[in-house]
């Protein structure tokens, strides 16, 4: 009787360490985040029928941590997505052009503060946030990426570079602030 | 592969979906360039950099809990869905016939409910009298009711006692009677303006009119006189009853007369 619950414990909620920082880059709320979490696993469980072994489960599930988080903004009433996307993804063509004052991107990166890199993300508008997450914390493909956000696999392209371009943006502003990088303001 | 041509495929190619055919020059020219190795191994660091979460350990248990609990119902769910879906239907039944059944409890209803009730009781009275005097008494004492006792020896009818009881939520004397091995039951209920005695046939006898009614095998004859209402319960016939009713009504008039 308790096969299938012993059974999710192993192949699903190995990764709620994953769910939950997912669902707390999404809501930037712990309280939030948890209600999201627990939703989002009840749910997994009760169709972990549907869940098809030989693919990636942590893809399945940041999917459905994803819809709960969804469900609940437009439940709330609130905007789910921030920003004018339309406009941003459409100067994603310039994102891969790194700092043209030539700084050595792993010199730049060891001025960052722990605590920049959060409020960077936090500031990201949530279409790209989501994208830079899966990818960079979560290492999924782009694919997996595309099934999760439910978009094809350009867009991710376009969202994972301009997300990352305009976080280096705030990264940069808040050393300069901070009075670790000089130049340009 | 230049290093413009590889910056073009920097973030593929940290992100590891740089096609398979590409990679080995990319992997090449890193090898050989130092600034773009740089940019690779700042990339690569920028993304560990993403600071990270645990989970609560509050939360993990509060799910494994929900999970488990999940399950059970799971299981559980066959046998308990037509047993709740049957219970559901009833009080929704309950619930619709609710006014219609509010109707039906008239005084006469509830009365015909005791007598029923009372005859099952060996000694149904609380007090258990054959004199009407002390009956009276005891009702003005007990309760403040100015009850007048009827006497039906002479048609063979004894009174055996009297209970206080309540009727339509007021307090209401009920008088016991007998009749061979059958019940009589004289219920006196202040009467207020809203109630009515209920349904039933309007059967005039000796120039008053009694309402008359049949509930589960009883009959019962009752009438409104001033601020009281009477009712009286048995399986004896019409006749008889109206007998009585009528000797009630000429023992009140006799005694206001006085």
Same mark, same amino acid.
């Given at each position: 009787?308790a096969?299938?619950?012993?059974? /999710?414990?192993?192949?699903?909620?190995v990764?709620?360490?994953?769910?939950?920082?997912?669902?707390? &880059? #999404?809501t930037?709320?712990?309280a939030?985040a948890?209600d999201?979490?627990?939703?989002?696993? #009840?749910?997994?469980? +009760?169709?972990f029928?549907?869940f098809?072994?030989g693919?990636? $489960?942590?893809a399945?599930?940041f999917?459905i941590? +994803?819809n709960v988080?969804?469900?609940?903004?437009?439940?709330?009433?609130?905007?789910?997505?921030e920003g004018d996307?339309?406009?941003?993804?459409s100067?994603a063509?310039s994102?891969?052009?790194?700092?043209?004052?030539?700084n050595?991107?792993?010199?730049?990166?060891q001025?960052?503060?722990?605590?920049?890199?959060? &409020?960077a993300?936090?500031? #990201?508008?949530?279409v /790209?946030?989501?994208a830079?997450?899966?990818?960079d914390?979560?290492?999924?493909?782009?694919?997996e990426?595309?099934e999760?956000l439910? $978009?094809?696999?350009?867009t991710?392209m376009? &969202?994972l570079?301009r997300g990352?371009?305009l976080l280096?943006?705030?990264?940069?502003?808040?050393a300069r602030?901070h009075?670790?990088?000089r130049?340009r303001a | 592969?230049?290093?413009?041509?590889?910056?073009? =495929?920097?973030?593929?190619?940290?992100?590891g979906e740089?096609?398979?055919?590409?990679?080995?020059?990319? !992997?090449?020219?890193? %090898?050989?360039?130092?600034?773009? %190795?740089?940019?690779?191994?700042?990339? =690569?660091?920028f993304?560990r950099r993403?600071p990270?979460?645990?989970?609560?350990?509050?939360l993990r %248990?509060r799910?494994v809990d929900h999970?488990?609990? %999940?399950?059970? =119902?799971?299981?559980?769910?066959?046998w308990?869905?037509?047993p *709740?879906l049957?219970?559901?239907?009833?009080?929704?039944a309950?619930?619709l016939l609710?006014?219609?059944?509010?109707?039906?409890?008239?005084?006469?209803?509830?009365?015909? !409910?005791?007598?029923?009730?009372? @005859?099952?009781?060996?000694r149904?009275?609380?007090? *258990?009298?054959?004199?009407p005097a002390?009956?009276?008494?005891w009702?003005?004492?007990r309760?403040?009711l100015?009850?007048?006792v009827?006497?039906?020896s002479?048609a063979?009818?004894?009174l055996v006692g009297a209970?206080l009881?309540?009727a339509r939520e007021?307090?209401?004397a009920?008088?016991f009677y007998?009749?061979?091995?059958t019940?009589?039951?004289?219920f006196?209920?202040?009467?207020? @303006?809203?109630?009515?005695?209920?349904?039933? @046939?309007?059967?005039?006898f000796?120039?008053?009119?009694?309402?008359t009614?049949e509930?589960?095998?009883?009959?019962?004859?009752s009438w409104?006189?001033g601020?009281v209402s009477?009712?009286l319960?048995s399986?004896?016939?019409?006749?008889?009853?109206f007998e009585?009713?009528?000797?009630?009504?000429a023992? =009140?008039?006799?005694?206001?007369?006085?």
């Amino acid at each position: 009787m308790a096969k299938r619950s012993a059974e /999710f414990d192993q192949v699903a909620l190995v990764h709620l360490d994953a769910l939950y920082h997912l669902a707390l &880059r #999404l809501t930037r709320n712990r309280a939030e985040a948890e209600d999201v979490v627990q939703e989002a696993c #009840l749910r997994a469980f +009760r169709s972990f029928d549907r869940f098809n072994p030989g693919t990636n $489960c942590r893809a399945w599930l940041f999917t459905i941590v +994803r819809n709960v988080f969804l469900n609940r903004v437009r439940r709330g009433g609130r905007e789910v997505f921030e920003g004018d996307t339309g406009i941003l993804e459409s100067s994603a063509k310039s994102a891969t052009s790194p700092e043209p004052e030539g700084n050595p991107e792993e010199e730049f990166f060891q001025t960052v503060l722990h605590g920049d890199v959060e &409020r960077a993300l936090q500031a #990201l508008p949530l279409v /790209f946030r989501e994208a830079v997450i899966l990818a960079d914390l979560e290492g999924l493909s782009y694919r997996e990426i595309a099934e999760v956000l439910g $978009c094809p696999v350009g867009t991710v392209m376009s &969202r994972l570079s301009r997300g990352r371009q305009l976080l280096r943006e705030s990264l940069a502003r808040f050393a300069r602030e901070h009075g670790y990088l000089r130049g340009r303001a | 592969m230049t290093c413009s041509e590889f910056e073009a =495929r920097l973030q593929l190619y940290v992100d590891g979906e740089l096609p398979l055919v590409e990679t080995g020059a990319a !992997d090449a020219h890193a %090898a050989e360039c130092s600034r773009c %190795a740089g940019r690779v191994h700042g990339e =690569r660091g920028f993304r560990r950099r993403q600071p990270r979460e645990a989970a609560p350990p509050e939360l993990r %248990a509060r799910i494994v809990d929900h999970v488990r609990r %999940a399950e059970r =119902r799971a299981v559980l769910r066959p046998w308990l869905v037509a047993p *709740a879906l049957a219970a559901i239907a009833a009080i929704l039944a309950v619930v619709l016939l609710l006014p219609a059944l509010r109707e039906t409890p008239s005084l006469v209803g509830e009365l015909v !409910d005791k007598h029923i009730a009372y @005859a099952q009781v060996e000694r149904p009275a609380e007090l *258990a009298s054959t004199n009407p005097a002390e009956i009276e008494e005891w009702f003005r004492q007990r309760a403040g009711l100015g009850v007048l006792v009827p006497d039906y020896s002479p048609a063979g009818i004894r009174l055996v006692g009297a209970r206080l009881t309540e009727a339509r939520e007021r307090k209401a004397a009920y008088l016991f009677y007998e009749k061979g091995r059958t019940l009589l039951s004289v219920f006196i209920v202040p009467a207020s @303006a809203t109630d009515a005695i209920g349904p039933g @046939a309007r059967i005039t006898f000796r120039g008053h009119e009694y309402t008359t009614r049949e509930v589960k095998g009883y009959r019962a004859v009752s009438w409104t006189d001033g601020r009281v209402s009477f009712g009286l319960v048995s399986m004896l016939d019409y006749d008889a009853l109206f007998e009585c009713a009528d000797r009630l009504r000429a023992q =009140r008039e006799h005694q206001t007369s006085l």
